[in-house]
């Protein structure tokens, strides 16, 4: 018994370990909301129509950032995706398995919940995400449908 605790402990620690990730550029949100002044929709452009929010790159990145002589290194990084026309290699952090279904539209559109409830408070982050800001389990799903009252049906989720 205690052999098996340690062995579930010892998933749960490499589990956990395994989520913090690296982004290829030290993008900041809180550089390009506040001082830039774009909003989430400008750049997460399907958050509202669609079940994916979707993440921006270098279609979106090169209306500003095509200068291969810009002073700060991550600017001339993005620039050189740009320039080469190569796909900046983000890494997706929040998401559920294929086995459930979950869509943005519904939640922030029918729902009108705020992004800020699910993801923390983007806007201040000056670092990428390495890890989701919630650890994405059932029982957060269903806790939250519980509160409001939405459907806990196994087939609303596993369809
Ligand atoms: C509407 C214009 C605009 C768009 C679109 C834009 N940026 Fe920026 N970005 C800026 C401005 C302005 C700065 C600040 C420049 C400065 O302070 O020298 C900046 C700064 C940066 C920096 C430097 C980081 C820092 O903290 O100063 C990085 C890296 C960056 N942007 C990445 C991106 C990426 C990646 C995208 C696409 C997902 C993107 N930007 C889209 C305008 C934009
Ligand atoms: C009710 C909780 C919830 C709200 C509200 C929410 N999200 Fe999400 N978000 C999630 C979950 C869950 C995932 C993983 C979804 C998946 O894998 O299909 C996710 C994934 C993402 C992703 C990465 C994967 C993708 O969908 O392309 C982005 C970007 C994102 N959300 C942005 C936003 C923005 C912007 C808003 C507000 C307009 C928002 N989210 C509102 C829960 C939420
Ligand atoms: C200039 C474009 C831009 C704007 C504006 C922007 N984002 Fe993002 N967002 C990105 C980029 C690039 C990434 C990938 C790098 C990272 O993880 O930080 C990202 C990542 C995310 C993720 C994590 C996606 C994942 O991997 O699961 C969430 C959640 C998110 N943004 C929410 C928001 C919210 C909420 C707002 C508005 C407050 C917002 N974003 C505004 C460009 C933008
Ligand atoms: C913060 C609250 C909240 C969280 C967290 C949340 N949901 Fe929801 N969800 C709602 C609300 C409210 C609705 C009802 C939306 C409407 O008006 O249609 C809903 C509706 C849904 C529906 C449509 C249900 C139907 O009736 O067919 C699905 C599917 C769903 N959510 C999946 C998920 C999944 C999967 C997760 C976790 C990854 C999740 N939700 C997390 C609040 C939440
Ligand atoms: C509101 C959405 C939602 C509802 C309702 C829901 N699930 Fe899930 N379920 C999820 C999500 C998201 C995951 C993946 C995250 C995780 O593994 O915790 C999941 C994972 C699972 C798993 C896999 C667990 C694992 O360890 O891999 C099973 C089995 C499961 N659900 C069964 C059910 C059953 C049975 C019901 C009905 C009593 C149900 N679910 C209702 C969202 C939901």
């Known amino acids: 018994m205690a052999f098996m605790l340690i062995g579930v402990a010892a998933c749960v620690a490499l589990k956990s370990a395994a989520q913090e990730v690296s982004q290829p550029i030290a993008y900041s949100h809180k550089k390009h909301v506040e001082e830039v002044g774009l909003e989430c929709a400008d ?5 509202e129509t669609a079940a ?3 993440i921006p790159n270098i279609e979106m990145c090169g209306a500003c950032h095509n200068d291969a002589e810009a002073e700060n290194p991550q ?3 993005v620039a050189e995706f740009v320039a080469g026309d190569v796909l900046i290699p983000w890494k997706v952090v ?3 398995p294929d ?3 979950f869509s943005h539209r519904r939640h ?4 009108g919940l705020e992004c800020a409830l699910c993801h923390g408070e983007v806007t201040q982050m000056e670092e990428p995400f390495a890890q989701p800001f919630l650890e994405i389990e059932m029982e957060w799903c269903m806790g939250c449908h519980e509160e409001k009252v939405a459907s806990n049906d196994c087939y609303a989720c596993h369809r």
């Open 43 to 47: 750049c997460h452009a399907n958050a």
């Open 52 to 54: 994916r929010a979707s």
């Open 99 to 101: 086995h459930a279904f």
């Open 75 to 77: 600017e001339r990084r």
């Open 94 to 96: 929040h998401a559920v």
């Open 108 to 111: 922030v559109k029918l729902a």
